[in-house]
């Protein structure tokens, strides 16, 4: 996770960022995002930069300007849902993961993959939302559920997840007493993250130690 010195200065830069809709719109491929997606692409960042940096004020604003874009009507709840991220997100870092847990329970969309972006959306795959819910599930003690939702995590579009929920799942398993299962899941963890950033290395030994 970004610390909260280097999101205070891309929050401003990103403000200031204009989307151009001419001929230079390769990342739209890149990132998979549709035209009308890219509409409102910078709002959702913006509202979760918001809510890490603890301005709630500034993060519900973006929230509810997403929900006031004009979606197709096929896009699946898609905006109401990353606004309710937002919005979750902003519970957590409070520490409220029972409120966190149930805006998002709230979300249109409770699948994974929606047929119109063939499930390879950034977005439309609801990453975050569905990471964050997990993260509630398992604060709260909810371990199967927990397990379920970290459990949707395999897509290569989404492997920035991929090493956390493999050490949330390993932590999950040790704590039920299922040896074998836990280290299964921190080897992968230590596996992806064996060149992690120096303030992580406690974190590391930590997990080899319990290997």
Do not use: C
């Amino acid at each position: 996770a970004l610390d909260k010195g280097t999101i205070r200065r891309v929050r401003p830069a990103l403000l200031h960022w204009v989307q151009h809709s001419g001929p230079n719109t390769r990342y739209l491929e890149d990132w998979r995002l549709s035209p009308w997606q890219n509409s409102f692409a910078k709002l959702y960042a913006l509202g979760l930069l918001s809510a890490r940096l603890g301005d709630w004020a500034a993060a519900e604003r973006y929230a509810a300007q997403l929900e006031g874009t004009r979606a197709p009507q096929d896009s699946l709840g898609l905006v109401h849902d990353l606004a309710l991220e937002i919005r979750g997100l902003e519970a957590e870092q409070r520490g409220d993961w029972q409120t966190a847990l149930q805006i998002l329970e709230g979300a249109v969309l409770h699948g994974i993959a929606p047929p119109a972006d063939n499930g390879t959306g950034p977005f439309s795959l609801r990453a975050f939302g569905r990471f964050l819910r997990a993260e509630a599930l398992y604060h709260l003690g909810r371990d199967q559920e927990a397990l379920d939702w970290y459990g949707t995590f395999w897509r290569h579009t989404e492997f920035v997840f991929i090493a956390p929920v493999q050490l949330r799942m390993g932590e999950i398993y040790e704590r039920q007493g299922n040896p074998t299962e836990a280290v299964t899941h921190y080897r992968r963890f230590l596996a992806r993250w064996q060149d992690a950033d120096p303030r992580y290395r406690p974190l590391l030994q930590d997990v080899a130690t319990r290997v």
